[in-house]
Protein backbone atom coordinates (compact mmCIF):
# COMPACT_ATOMS: atom_id res chain seq x y z
CA UNK A 1 0.00 0.00 0.00
CA UNK A 2 2.66 2.48 0.61
CA UNK A 3 4.76 1.54 -2.32
CA UNK A 4 1.39 2.31 -4.63
CA UNK A 5 1.23 5.36 -2.66
CA UNK A 6 4.32 6.57 -3.46
CA UNK A 7 4.15 6.06 -6.96
CA UNK A 8 0.67 8.05 -7.10
CA UNK A 9 2.56 10.81 -5.48
CA UNK A 10 5.69 10.81 -8.01
CA UNK A 11 2.87 10.64 -10.52
CA UNK A 12 1.24 13.57 -8.87
CA UNK A 13 4.98 15.59 -9.37
CA UNK A 14 4.99 14.65 -13.10
CA UNK A 15 1.48 15.86 -13.61
CA UNK A 16 2.23 19.20 -12.04
CA UNK A 17 5.64 19.91 -14.32
CA UNK A 18 3.29 18.84 -17.01
CA UNK A 19 0.38 21.80 -15.66
CA UNK A 20 3.11 23.92 -15.22
CA UNK A 21 4.81 24.02 -19.00
CA UNK A 22 1.47 23.97 -20.56
CA UNK A 23 -0.64 26.01 -18.46
CA UNK A 24 -2.46 28.01 -21.20
CA UNK A 25 -3.52 24.56 -22.70
CA UNK A 26 -4.92 23.72 -19.32
CA UNK A 27 -6.55 26.73 -18.17
CA UNK A 28 -8.51 26.29 -21.52
CA UNK A 29 -9.34 22.99 -20.76
CA UNK A 30 -10.17 23.75 -17.19
CA UNK A 31 -12.38 26.71 -18.41
CA UNK A 32 -13.88 24.34 -20.63
CA UNK A 33 -14.72 22.27 -18.01
CA UNK A 34 -16.06 25.17 -15.90
CA UNK A 35 -18.24 26.06 -18.76
CA UNK A 36 -19.49 22.39 -18.76
CA UNK A 37 -20.79 22.44 -15.65
CA UNK A 38 -22.47 25.88 -15.47
CA UNK A 39 -24.24 25.22 -19.29
CA UNK A 40 -25.36 21.33 -18.55
CA UNK A 41 -24.36 19.73 -15.34
CA UNK A 42 -25.69 21.87 -12.63
CA UNK A 43 -28.90 23.00 -14.22
CA UNK A 44 -29.60 18.93 -14.81
CA UNK A 45 -27.81 17.00 -12.33
CA UNK A 46 -28.74 19.64 -9.40
CA UNK A 47 -32.34 19.68 -9.50
CA UNK A 48 -31.98 15.65 -10.52
CA UNK A 49 -29.89 15.24 -7.18
CA UNK A 50 -32.42 17.18 -4.88
CA UNK A 51 -35.61 15.69 -5.98
CA UNK A 52 -33.46 11.92 -5.95
CA UNK A 53 -32.76 12.79 -2.14
CA UNK A 54 -36.48 13.40 -1.41
CA UNK A 55 -38.17 10.50 -3.70
CA UNK A 56 -35.84 7.79 -0.99
CA UNK A 57 -35.91 10.18 2.44
CA UNK A 58 -39.99 9.93 1.82
CA UNK A 59 -40.10 6.41 1.80
CA UNK A 60 -41.75 6.01 -1.37
CA UNK A 61 -39.53 3.65 -2.88
CA UNK A 62 -40.26 0.65 0.12
CA UNK A 63 -42.88 -0.53 -2.08
CA UNK A 64 -40.61 -1.37 -4.63
CA UNK A 65 -37.78 -3.03 -2.38
CA UNK A 66 -39.98 -5.27 -2.61
CA UNK A 67 -40.05 -6.53 -5.82
CA UNK A 68 -36.04 -5.98 -5.67
CA UNK A 69 -35.65 -8.73 -3.04
CA UNK A 70 -37.03 -11.41 -5.50
CA UNK A 71 -34.46 -9.81 -7.84
CA UNK A 72 -31.53 -8.09 -6.66
CA UNK A 73 -30.75 -10.63 -3.70
CA UNK A 74 -30.39 -13.59 -5.12
CA UNK A 75 -28.42 -12.50 -8.50
CA UNK A 76 -26.09 -9.85 -7.18
CA UNK A 77 -26.37 -10.52 -3.14
CA UNK A 78 -27.71 -6.74 -2.61
CA UNK A 79 -30.67 -5.53 -0.80
CA UNK A 80 -33.90 -4.89 -2.89
CA UNK A 81 -34.06 -1.29 -2.19
CA UNK A 82 -31.40 -0.71 -4.54
CA UNK A 83 -33.44 -1.21 -7.34
CA UNK A 84 -34.32 2.44 -6.66
CA UNK A 85 -31.06 3.42 -7.16
CA UNK A 86 -30.82 0.96 -10.43
CA UNK A 87 -33.75 3.17 -12.07
CA UNK A 88 -32.85 6.53 -10.77
CA UNK A 89 -29.43 5.80 -11.88
CA UNK A 90 -30.37 4.78 -15.76
CA UNK A 91 -32.42 7.96 -15.88
CA UNK A 92 -30.19 10.10 -14.15
CA UNK A 93 -26.82 9.36 -14.91
CA UNK A 94 -23.89 7.63 -12.91
CA UNK A 95 -23.13 10.72 -10.14
CA UNK A 96 -27.16 10.50 -8.94
CA UNK A 97 -27.63 6.64 -8.98
CA UNK A 98 -24.30 6.97 -6.65
CA UNK A 99 -25.91 9.80 -4.62
CA UNK A 100 -29.19 7.45 -4.28
CA UNK A 101 -26.62 4.30 -3.49
CA UNK A 102 -25.35 6.56 -0.29
CA UNK A 103 -28.66 7.23 0.74
CA UNK A 104 -30.03 3.90 0.94
CA UNK A 105 -26.95 2.17 2.00
CA UNK A 106 -26.74 1.28 5.99
CA UNK A 107 -23.76 0.69 8.88
CA UNK A 108 -24.92 -3.00 8.53
CA UNK A 109 -24.01 -3.62 4.91
CA UNK A 110 -20.63 -4.43 3.93
CA UNK A 111 -18.48 -2.42 1.93
CA UNK A 112 -18.71 -5.17 -1.21
CA UNK A 113 -22.93 -5.09 -1.20
CA UNK A 114 -22.51 -1.60 -1.17
CA UNK A 115 -19.52 -1.13 -4.26
CA UNK A 116 -22.45 -3.83 -5.90
CA UNK A 117 -24.62 -1.33 -5.59
CA UNK A 118 -23.05 1.23 -6.85
CA UNK A 119 -21.63 -0.52 -10.22
CA UNK A 120 -25.72 -0.99 -11.13
CA UNK A 121 -26.58 1.97 -10.23
CA UNK A 122 -23.51 4.35 -10.90
CA UNK A 123 -24.10 3.77 -15.09
CA UNK A 124 -24.24 5.85 -18.64
CA UNK A 125 -27.59 7.34 -18.75
CA UNK A 126 -29.70 6.31 -21.53
CA UNK A 127 -30.09 9.88 -22.36
CA UNK A 128 -26.64 10.32 -23.05
CA UNK A 129 -25.91 7.45 -25.11
CA UNK A 130 -29.03 7.96 -27.10
CA UNK A 131 -28.31 11.73 -27.87
CA UNK A 132 -24.79 12.03 -27.93
CA UNK A 133 -23.21 8.68 -28.90
CA UNK A 134 -26.29 7.29 -31.06
CA UNK A 135 -27.46 10.25 -32.51
CA UNK A 136 -24.28 12.65 -32.74
CA UNK A 137 -21.42 9.92 -32.91
CA UNK A 138 -22.59 7.59 -34.66
CA UNK A 139 -25.61 8.80 -36.45
CA UNK A 140 -27.70 5.64 -35.76
CA UNK A 141 -30.48 5.79 -32.55
CA UNK A 142 -30.56 1.73 -33.27
CA UNK A 143 -26.54 1.25 -32.10
CA UNK A 144 -27.75 4.39 -29.40
CA UNK A 145 -29.90 2.05 -27.87
CA UNK A 146 -28.13 -1.45 -28.93
CA UNK A 147 -25.21 0.40 -26.45
CA UNK A 148 -27.35 1.21 -23.55
CA UNK A 149 -28.42 -2.82 -23.45
CA UNK A 150 -25.09 -3.71 -24.07
CA UNK A 151 -23.87 -1.52 -20.87
CA UNK A 152 -26.28 -2.99 -18.94
CA UNK A 153 -25.70 -6.58 -19.81
CA UNK A 154 -21.87 -6.23 -19.37
CA UNK A 155 -23.13 -4.66 -15.69
CA UNK A 156 -25.02 -7.11 -14.77
CA UNK A 157 -23.06 -10.03 -15.59
CA UNK A 158 -19.97 -8.42 -13.74
CA UNK A 159 -22.35 -7.78 -10.92
CA UNK A 160 -23.14 -11.66 -10.77
CA UNK A 161 -19.85 -12.65 -11.07
CA UNK A 162 -18.64 -10.13 -8.51
CA UNK A 163 -21.52 -10.30 -6.16
CA UNK A 164 -20.22 -10.14 -2.78
CA UNK A 165 -19.74 -12.94 -0.92
CA UNK A 166 -21.58 -13.63 2.83
CA UNK A 167 -20.68 -16.18 5.33
CA UNK A 168 -22.72 -18.93 5.79
CA UNK A 169 -26.16 -18.02 7.73
CA UNK A 170 -25.81 -14.31 7.34
CA UNK A 171 -28.49 -12.92 5.14
CA UNK A 172 -28.66 -9.33 3.14
CA UNK A 173 -29.85 -6.68 5.13
CA UNK A 174 -33.34 -5.95 3.90
CA UNK A 175 -34.33 -2.53 6.03
CA UNK A 176 -37.08 -0.03 4.88
CA UNK A 177 -36.12 3.92 4.62
CA UNK A 178 -38.03 5.63 6.96
CA UNK A 179 -39.97 8.55 5.96
CA UNK A 180 -38.50 12.11 7.57
CA UNK A 181 -39.98 15.45 7.90
CA UNK A 182 -41.09 17.48 5.20
CA UNK A 183 -38.90 20.07 6.52
CA UNK A 184 -35.75 18.20 6.85
CA UNK A 185 -36.32 15.75 3.96
CA UNK A 186 -35.76 18.98 1.61
CA UNK A 187 -33.05 20.88 3.94
CA UNK A 188 -31.39 17.86 3.81
CA UNK A 189 -31.71 16.86 0.25
CA UNK A 190 -30.72 20.17 -0.63
CA UNK A 191 -27.89 20.11 1.39
CA UNK A 192 -26.47 17.43 0.09
CA UNK A 193 -26.86 17.93 -3.53
CA UNK A 194 -25.10 20.91 -3.32
CA UNK A 195 -22.08 19.08 -1.54
CA UNK A 196 -22.44 16.38 -4.21
CA UNK A 197 -22.43 18.93 -7.04
CA UNK A 198 -19.29 20.25 -6.26
CA UNK A 199 -16.98 17.18 -5.79
CA UNK A 200 -18.81 16.28 -9.48
CA UNK A 201 -17.50 19.58 -11.09
CA UNK A 202 -14.44 19.77 -9.41
CA UNK A 203 -13.86 16.03 -11.23
CA UNK A 204 -14.79 17.23 -14.28
CA UNK A 205 -12.74 20.31 -14.08
CA UNK A 206 -9.69 18.33 -13.15
CA UNK A 207 -10.00 15.62 -15.91
CA UNK A 208 -11.01 17.93 -18.80
CA UNK A 209 -7.63 20.49 -18.20
CA UNK A 210 -5.77 16.61 -17.51
CA UNK A 211 -7.13 15.81 -20.99
CA UNK A 212 -6.40 18.96 -22.51
CA UNK A 213 -2.79 18.48 -21.91
CA UNK A 214 -2.86 14.88 -23.04
CA UNK A 215 -3.96 15.81 -26.23
CA UNK A 216 -1.05 18.19 -26.59
CA UNK A 217 1.60 15.86 -25.82
CA UNK A 218 3.62 14.33 -29.20
CA UNK A 219 2.85 10.76 -27.75
CA UNK A 220 1.27 9.55 -30.91
CA UNK A 221 -2.50 9.34 -31.86
CA UNK A 222 -2.87 5.53 -31.02
CA UNK A 223 -1.64 6.11 -27.05
CA UNK A 224 -4.25 9.05 -27.31
CA UNK A 225 -7.07 6.90 -28.45
CA UNK A 226 -6.59 4.64 -25.36
CA UNK A 227 -6.02 7.74 -22.83
CA UNK A 228 -8.69 10.38 -23.77
CA UNK A 229 -11.81 8.19 -23.35
CA UNK A 230 -9.64 5.90 -19.85
CA UNK A 231 -9.89 9.76 -18.58
CA UNK A 232 -13.09 11.49 -19.63
CA UNK A 233 -15.84 10.05 -21.03
CA UNK A 234 -17.56 12.99 -23.38
CA UNK A 235 -14.40 14.17 -24.74
CA UNK A 236 -12.68 10.84 -25.54
CA UNK A 237 -15.87 9.73 -27.20
CA UNK A 238 -15.24 13.20 -28.77
CA UNK A 239 -11.58 12.08 -30.05
CA UNK A 240 -13.00 8.72 -31.48
CA UNK A 241 -15.55 10.30 -33.70
CA UNK A 242 -14.75 10.68 -37.50
CA UNK A 243 -11.20 8.53 -37.21
CA UNK A 244 -12.87 5.47 -37.86
CA UNK A 245 -15.37 3.31 -39.71
CA UNK A 246 -18.76 3.18 -38.42
CA UNK A 247 -18.35 -0.45 -37.16
CA UNK A 248 -14.57 0.29 -35.49
CA UNK A 249 -16.27 3.53 -34.23
CA UNK A 250 -19.14 1.66 -32.71
CA UNK A 251 -16.77 -1.41 -31.36
CA UNK A 252 -14.56 1.62 -29.43
CA UNK A 253 -17.56 3.39 -27.81
CA UNK A 254 -18.42 0.57 -26.27
CA UNK A 255 -15.35 -0.26 -24.79
CA UNK A 256 -15.55 3.57 -23.82
CA UNK A 257 -19.28 3.27 -21.85
CA UNK A 258 -18.38 0.17 -20.34
CA UNK A 259 -15.57 2.24 -18.61
CA UNK A 260 -17.44 5.93 -18.60
CA UNK A 261 -14.20 7.32 -17.88
CA UNK A 262 -11.80 7.87 -14.87
CA UNK A 263 -13.87 11.36 -14.45
CA UNK A 264 -17.33 9.81 -14.04
CA UNK A 265 -15.83 6.77 -11.95
CA UNK A 266 -14.39 9.69 -9.72
CA UNK A 267 -17.19 11.47 -9.71
CA UNK A 268 -19.56 8.86 -8.27
CA UNK A 269 -16.64 7.17 -5.61
CA UNK A 270 -16.71 11.02 -4.30
CA UNK A 271 -20.48 11.23 -4.22
CA UNK A 272 -20.09 8.14 -2.23
CA UNK A 273 -18.31 10.00 0.27
CA UNK A 274 -15.51 6.87 0.69
CA UNK A 275 -18.34 4.54 2.05
CA UNK A 276 -17.86 2.34 -1.21
CA UNK A 277 -15.16 -0.50 -2.05
CA UNK A 278 -12.96 1.80 -4.18
CA UNK A 279 -11.08 -0.95 -5.61
CA UNK A 280 -13.72 -3.45 -6.32
CA UNK A 281 -15.67 -0.73 -7.93
CA UNK A 282 -13.01 -0.20 -10.59
CA UNK A 283 -12.30 -3.53 -10.93
CA UNK A 284 -15.82 -4.53 -12.08
CA UNK A 285 -15.70 -1.12 -14.79
CA UNK A 286 -13.00 -2.81 -16.19
CA UNK A 287 -14.42 -5.75 -16.35
CA UNK A 288 -17.64 -4.12 -18.00
CA UNK A 289 -15.20 -2.06 -20.45
CA UNK A 290 -13.98 -6.00 -21.68
CA UNK A 291 -17.57 -7.14 -21.77
CA UNK A 292 -19.29 -4.32 -23.80
CA UNK A 293 -17.17 -4.11 -26.68
CA UNK A 294 -17.04 -7.94 -27.13
CA UNK A 295 -20.83 -7.76 -27.36
CA UNK A 296 -20.60 -5.25 -30.10
CA UNK A 297 -18.63 -7.40 -32.09
CA UNK A 298 -20.47 -10.19 -31.73
CA UNK A 299 -23.94 -7.83 -32.74
CA UNK A 300 -22.26 -7.01 -35.79
CA UNK A 301 -21.05 -10.22 -36.79
CA UNK A 302 -24.44 -12.08 -36.93
CA UNK A 303 -25.58 -8.91 -38.05
CA UNK A 304 -27.54 -7.83 -35.85
CA UNK A 305 -26.26 -4.54 -36.11
Not at 35 to 58: D, E, H, N, Q
Not at 116 to 131: E, N, Q, T
Not at 168 to 192: F, W
Request: charged fraction near 10%.
Amino acid sequence: MVKHRSLFGYASLVFIFFFIVFSDVAARSALNGIKLCGKVLVPTLFPMMVLTGIAIRSGIFNAFSRIGNKVFTPLFGIGGKYIASFFIGILGSAPTGAMAVKNLSGEKESDGEKASALLLSSVVSFGFIYSVVGINILGSTRRGVALFIFQMISIMLTSVFLRPKKPRGVTVNRQSIQAEKISNTVASSIRDAATNMLSVCGSVIFFSSLSGILVSLPIGENIKLVLCPFLELASGLQYISGRFSPDVTFILSASAIGWSGLSMIFQSLAVSEGKILSYKYILSRAVSALICPLLAVISINIGII
